[in-house]
């Protein structure tokens, strides 16, 4: 409930920024269209000028304007909302990683739209007038100029995120720079297809929107580089402090290291000869009678002398493998025979290498 209701709170300012800002702009709303139309303006022949063909278009087209002039210049405040509801959710590393990517997303879509205005338009809209039929008159419906202008504006914002997507997908393991790169021609063909579903249907911003798509990729490719080359920096410095024996502890220690011990059991007794199964099967016969009759002997001895007479702990490791070998518990077997060759005497070594060599084969 309560992110629910930070959701709800966020929700709201961003509403009421919005909200704010259209009541701003929106007495300028005619001199925002003019600022919006004047690429168009600037190349109607002589004597022409835009028109409104439905009754209430002079009204609802700057209205209209004003909204979504509105939301654009709030963006900024918008997105620090998201970043301030998802942020608490996410790791150091990943806040690290998309602060950076939001900013820089923000800025590259106020660019792709800026391109969009200053270099798109006087060249579609020159292009458009220069063909105009003999006889045709250019006058353009202020909606419909809207929806257009828009439409290009929404395209050239999102084209221009074409880096951000492409660190994203090396960030998420989807993809590497080298593959990407193996796929550059495809991208060229797509983007060329993409340009041609989201801009009128001229070559002209078709091949304007298709080319920055086209560097773009390619500088995405170039910062996810550098990303991955960092990524992997990172991993080294962490794998080496995962590899330090600092926190291990001693009984981790000699588990961890049984070779050791028992190479240097092997160089101690270089004579040393594995037992045949019916020595070894002896071997344990005596152990059990002799554990036997300590635990005889310890229930009818008093208190005191029970004390004195407490089975060897070795022993009593050897009793439990041969427990758990009988339950084919072989790993936890292992483990306490390699704590038996380092803590046991002579004889005991001997019987837990004997059984050792039997669980390898």
């Given amino acids: 409930m309560s992110h629910l209701l930070e959701l709800r709170d966020r929700l709201l300012r961003a509403v009421l920024v919005v909200l704010v800002a259209f009541l701003v702009l929106f007495p300028f709303g005619n001199d925002i269209y003019h600022f919006i139309a004047e690429p168009l303006m600037a190349v109607m022949p002589e004597g022409t000028s835009m028109i409104a063909t439905k009754v209430a278009s002079p009204f609802l087209t700057p209205f209209k304007l004003s909204l979504i002039a509105a939301v654009f210049v709030s ?3 918008l997105l620090y909302q998201l970043w301030g509801f998802i942020a608490p959710g996410l790791y150091a590393h990943e806040k690290k990683m998309a602060m950076p990517l939001l ?3 923000v800025v590259l879509f ?4 800026t391109f969009a205005y200053y270099v798109v338009f006087p060249l579609v809209f020159r292009f458009f007038t220069s063909v105009t039929p003999e006889g045709v008159a ?6 419909e100029y809207l929806d257009f202008v828009l439409t290009l504006f929404f395209a050239f914002g999102l084209a221009f995120e074409i880096p951000i997507a492409t660190i994203l997908l090396v960030w998420m393991g989807m993809t590497t720079p080298a593959k990407l790169a193996a796929k550059r021609p495809f991208v060229v063909v797509g983007v060329f297809v993409i340009g041609m579903l989201l801009t009128p249907p001229d070559i002209i911003s078709q091949t304007l929107l298709a080319l920055p798509m086209w560097v773009l990729f390619e500088a995405g490719i170039i910062f996810s580089r550098f990303f991955v080359r960092e990524e992997e920096e990172e991993d080294d410095a962490e794998t080496e402090e995962e590899s330090s024996p600092v926190d291990a502890s001693p009984v981790v220690a000699s588990v961890a290291t049984p070779p050791v011990h028992a190479q240097a059991a092997d160089d101690d007794d270089e004579e040393f000869k594995p037992l045949s199964d019916e020595e070894m099967e002896a071997e344990l016969d005596r152990l059990e009678a002799e554990l036997d009759e300590e635990e005889t002997v310890w229930h009818s001895e008093p208190d005191e002398i029970k004390e004195n007479n407490e089975q060897d702990p070795v022993d009593r490791k050897l009793e439990r493998i041969n427990r758990l070998r009988e339950d084919m518990d072989f790993d936890a077997a292992r483990k306490l025979l390699y704590e038996v060759l380092v803590e046991g005497n002579d004889e005991q070594v001997v019987v837990a290498r004997n059984i050792l060599s039997q669980l390898d084969d």
Wanted: charged share 5%; glycine share 6%; no cysteine.
């Fill in 138 to 143: 250019v006058m353009t419906d202020i909606s």
């Fill in 103 to 105: 900013a820089s997303s």
């Fill in 75 to 77: 963006m900024p405040y």
């Fill in 110 to 113: 106020y660019l792709g739209a």
